[in-house]
């Protein structure tokens, strides 16, 4: 999961101790799902009291609208993104590559608004 996103939500279940699965990636159970990320700068952790993932997804649009976001140019995304894996620490040839594709997007789309970037 991706969490570098300012604005953005995210659900995950948190596993019960008699769950035998622990990945946040791992949906198919019937434990409770919760939600992270930040909304206006702080950080977000709640339980959403309920199992249901698609409960959860409406509840999730209802707390996080599309038009609370920023909207910001794919140039300018790119820079935060290329700014991200600075204060990482990537390596040098890692972040060079990542450049290259924020450069070639940048020529082709540049000027281009996006609402939202999401890693699914």
């Known amino acids: 999961m991706h969490r570098i996103y300012q604005g953005m939500l995210h659900l995950y279940r948190r596993h019960l101790a008699a769950c ?29 009291d309920t199992a249901s993932w698609g409960r959860a997804e ?29 204060s990482r620490k990537l390596g040098k040839e890692t972040v060079g590559k990542y450049e290259l594709l924020v450069n070639e997007m940048t020529v082709a789309f540049g000027k281009t608004e996006v609402k939202r970037v999401s890693p699914e």
């Open 20 to 48: 035998p699965h622990r990945s946040m990636d791992y949906k198919k159970c019937k434990c409770p799902v919760w939600m992270f990320g930040s909304v206006n700068g702080k950080r977000v952790r709640k339980a959403l």
């Open 58 to 86: 409406e509840m999730l649009r209802e707390l996080d609208p599309d038009d609370a976001h920023e909207k910001i140019t794919v140039a300018v995304a790119g820079e935060r993104f290329i700014a991200d894996c600075e």
